[in-house]
């Protein structure tokens, strides 16, 4: 596996499960991010991770929880979601945590979301 | 209040010609840009960037401008092909905000041949 990858690739879930999505970054990378892409608008940061500890919480909703076990890894625990959380969900990582706005970020393909 | 705005939802051209993909933004402490580029069923790739300290930079077939004054950046595409159809993304940080990026809504190409 090479680059970012996201899984599950899309995920329909009831407003009451609970269900995690799962990134993994194959490129060393330091910095890990989580972005929702809801229709006909612009991608929204949600959290940042830098060396595993959470720097950024976009004011995302206590029903979204992240966790971030090593650098490599970056999860999205859902529980009790409602139906506009249904979105893509991107997950990006770079190189240079803190760094400048400089750093490259490098996208996963994304979990489309679907919440009933 | 969105500070980065593409106004444009989509954009068609022949092939060969010129694609220019606009992008206009309102907070002045932004100084690196940046393009995106999205295939369906694809994350976003990198495509090109560009300092506040330039006006211009080129890779190939691509080329960003920037206009401090007006907050407003360009990317063109010259030649355009079909396989460059896609959403394109422009996206803004400063210096000071680490690693946030603010896109915009992005712009649909489609490149007929």
């Known amino acids: 596996e090479t680059g970012v990858t996201q899984t599950p690739r899309h995920l329909v879930m009831g407003m009451t499960n609970k269900k995690s999505l799962k990134c993994e970054q194959h490129?060393?990378?330091?910095?890990m991010y989580w972005y929702k892409q809801s229709a006909k608008k612009p991608l929204e940061l949600m959290f940042v991770y830098n060396f595993k500890e959470q720097t950024e919480n976009n004011s995302v909703p206590s029903r979204f929880s992240p966790e971030c076990p090593n650098s490599s890894h970056l999860f999205l625990h859902l529980h009790t979601l409602q139906p506009e959380d249904s979105a893509l969900y991107l997950c990006?990582?770079?190189?240079?945590?803190?760094?400048?706005?400089?750093?490259?970020?490098?996208f996963g393909p994304g979990t489309r979301l679907t919440v009933l | 209040d969105q500070q980065v705005k593409q106004n444009s939802p989509s954009l068609s051209v022949q092939e060969g010609r010129i694609s220019i993909l606009n992008c206009d933004y309102t907070?002045?402490?932004?100084?690196?840009f940046l393009w995106y580029k999205k295939y369906p069923a694809e994350g976003p790739t990198f495509l090109i960037s560009i300092s506040s300290i330039k006006d211009k930079n080129e890779d190939g077939r691509f080329t960003v401008f920037l206009n401090k004054s007006a907050k407003h950046l360009s990317l063109h595409i010259v030649p355009s092909q079909p396989g460059d159809s896609a959403v394109y993304f422009c996206a803004a940080s400063t210096t000071t905000s680490g690693s946030r990026l603010t896109f915009g809504e992005g712009t649909q190409l489609t490149v007929n041949p």
């Open positions: 490129l060393g990378h330091n910095a």
């Open positions: 990006a990582s770079s190189q240079f945590p803190g760094a400048s706005g400089t750093d490259t970020q490098y």
């Open positions: 907070n002045s402490m932004f100084d690196y």
